[in-house]
């Protein structure tokens, strides 16, 4: 895996707002003048707000999902971040570069040598086969024709398509063809890849497939990526941080533990009541203090405990706890025991509590 610095901001979405229709430019001064809602602008002016005062960063290395519902926003706000569309408001930095301050050459030139991008229809040429389309967007850069062969056919490869290369889309499955988009967009070697849903279309076991390729091929190559979705699964399984979008307004943005122990309001809680806690709630956020065990429980060894890491699962955790003949699992950082997980702890973790909510509520 690339070595790579997870504290450098790639790409900074700073309060930028995306307002569609002819009186726009008029819609975009009531909003900051009069703090109309997006149904005012809509009954005033007839426009539609897409994006609304939206502020993201994403990290060096980082798979950064945005999420929401059909009409929340999420596909505007990723054509923003290469300028498909121009924010009406706000501004987008890549590697510290205003998008909106690039002539045609200078977004030309980010695009082709910073930004991948994959949709869901992943649009290959019918005519080109398989290497011709993976290398299309070296041949739009003028890379020789030699070059750029032995370099989308290296990422034909990193895909699993190193032995089709001489057949056409048609002999394709839909997941084959999803597979040469991603050869196509890594090929040119960028730092970072959108992806508007670009599985949304797949079966669910080959969906879940390309999840799992797409998180351990961009991790491998040090690569990071703004994943689209619309189920939250999905989300959970790719994206190292989720933002949850409604009515083009970014509602919450933190890890799926963080999202899921703690919804900003009640529409992400309602979002994530379903969603199963095994593999999201990890110890850290189930344990109680050792002074607080010791205080339960009188006398106690924590040496004879079973014990894990932080970063255990409940799932983990389960299987300890069943395994052990004891009331606890001592949670060790760095060869100090930080916590235990009790049995009480680990059902309230179950259910989706903290620690800090059932120390709260006792």
């Known amino acids: 895996m690339a070595s790579i610095d997870a504290n450098e901001v790639l790409i ?15 819609a975009m001064e009531a909003v900051a003048k009069r703090g109309l809602s997006k149904k005012q602008i809509l009954q005033e002016y007839n426009c539609v707000v897409g994006v609304s005062d939206a502020s993201i960063q994403v990290r060096r290395g980082e798979i950064f ?28 930095l890549v590697k510290g570069k205003d998008l909106s301050a690039l002539d045609a050459a200078g977004l030309r030139q980010m695009r082709a040598q910073n930004i991948g991008m994959v949709f869901q229809s992943v649009a290959l040429l019918p005519h080109r086969t398989v290497l011709e389309n993976a290398a299309f967007g070296l041949e739009v850069q003028g890379i020789a024709k030699a070059e750029r062969n032995r370099t989308a056919t290296a990422a034909l490869e990193k895909v699993g398509l190193g032995d089709w290369l001489n057949r056409y889309p048609s002999e394709l499955s839909g997941g084959m063809q999803q597979r040469v988009g991603l050869a196509r967009a890594i090929a040119s070697d960028p730092e970072i890849i959108l992806m508007d849903e670009p599985f949304s279309a797949l079966d669910p076991l080959i969906r879940r497939q390309l999840q799992d390729e797409f998180r351990q091929l961009t991790k491998e190559l040090g690569k990071s ?8 699964d999905e989300a959970i399984r790719i994206g190292d941080r989720i933002a949850i979008m ?5 509602i919450q943005v933190g890890t799926a533990e963080d999202i899921v122990l703690n919804p900003a309001d009640q529409y992400v809680a309602d979002f994530v009541a379903g969603i ?15 002074a607080e065990y010791q205080r339960q429980h009188p006398g106690s060894d924590l040496a004879s405990l079973a014990k894990t890491t932080p970063e255990a699962d409940i799932d983990e955790l389960i299987g300890l706890t069943m395994q052990s003949d004891r009331d606890g699992i001592a949670v060790v950082d760095k060869g100090a025991a930080v916590g235990v997980v009790t049995a009480k702890s680990l059902l309230a973790g179950v259910k989706g509590t903290t620690t800090a909510e059932q120390a709260a509520a006792a």
């Open 12 to 26: 900074d979405c700073q309060s930028v707002w995306k307002i569609f229709g002819d009186k726009a430019p008029a």
């Open 65 to 92: 999902c945005i999420m929401g519902l059909s009409g929340s926003g999420k596909s505007t706000l990723i054509r923003l971040l290469n300028r498909l569309i121009t924010p009406s408001l706000g501004k987008v």
């Open 225 to 232: 990526a703004v994943f689209i979705t619309h189920d939250l």
């Open 246 to 250: 409604k009515d083009g307004v970014i």
């Open 276 to 290: 199963s806690r095994l593999h999201l709630i990890k110890a850290h956020s189930v344990m109680v203090p050792v």
